[in-house]
């Protein structure tokens, strides 16, 4: 038996309008596990277009070149 999942974590695009473009399918992911908190990882600038959108519990800022950014840039909304 297949549990639901408690975090989905997902990778935003790197480009904006792209991001944009992905917030359906954000949304989608929220739908489909209401339960479950909903991660967005991407680049500062993406994270900061992304923010006003309610159905995503936390942000992970990934550094152009290092990818995770320490791995303590875990922000909540």
Do not use: C, Y
């Amino acid at each position: 038996m297949i549990r639901d999942p408690h975090t989905l974590l997902a990778f935003a695009p790197n480009w904006l309008g792209d991001a944009v473009m992905a917030t359906p399918a954000l949304r989608a992911l929220h739908r489909r596990w209401p339960e479950a908190q909903l991660v967005v990882a991407g680049r500062p600038a993406i994270n900061a277009l992304l923010r006003g959108l309610p159905w995503i519990a936390r942000f992970i800022d990934l550094d152009k070149k290092t990818g995770w950014r320490g791995g303590r840039s875990i922000r909540s909304t």
